[in-house]
């Protein structure tokens, strides 16, 4: 909470991302901010950060929503899925137990 404003912080390393393993850079960390599902800030620590960023920049300058992020297509293995991982593990906070448990084991 910053200035009275309630937000979520969505934080996760590279270590179980196949691009970073790949590239050898697991040690690399990504934050964003969201607020009513929409990204308003973060930032990524990682080789080439300032590339892995711009659809993150773009969804907050145009108020792309977290799940439209979440939905679209990542070629594998790019960097850019750990967009995808940080979000899809927020969002699936709103899982049941019973529908994590099917979908992740």
């Given at each position: 909470m910053a200035a009275g404003i309630?937000?979520?912080?969505?934080?996760?390393?590279?270590?179980?991302?196949?691009?970073a393993?790949?590239?050898?850079?697991?040690e690399s960390l990504v934050k964003l901010f969201v607020l009513?599902?929409?990204?308003m800030g973060g930032t990524i620590i990682a080789p080439l950060a300032s590339e892995l960023v711009q659809e993150l920049i773009l969804?907050?300058?145009?108020?792309?929503?977290?799940?439209?992020?979440?939905?679209?297509?990542?070629p594998y293995p790019t960097a850019t899925r750990i967009n995808e991982?940080?979000?899809g593990?927020?969002?699936s906070r709103k899982l049941?137990?019973?529908?994590?448990?099917?979908l992740f084991h």
């Amino acid at each position: 909470m910053a200035a009275g404003i309630a937000f979520d912080v969505l934080r996760d390393d590279f270590v179980e991302d196949d691009r970073a393993i790949i590239d050898q850079y697991p040690e690399s960390l990504v934050k964003l901010f969201v607020l009513k599902g929409k990204v308003m800030g973060g930032t990524i620590i990682a080789p080439l950060a300032s590339e892995l960023v711009q659809e993150l920049i773009l969804a907050q300058n145009i108020g792309i929503s977290i799940e439209k992020l979440f939905t679209k297509t990542y070629p594998y293995p790019t960097a850019t899925r750990i967009n995808e991982r940080v979000i899809g593990k927020y969002l699936s906070r709103k899982l049941t137990e019973k529908s994590k448990r099917l979908l992740f084991h």
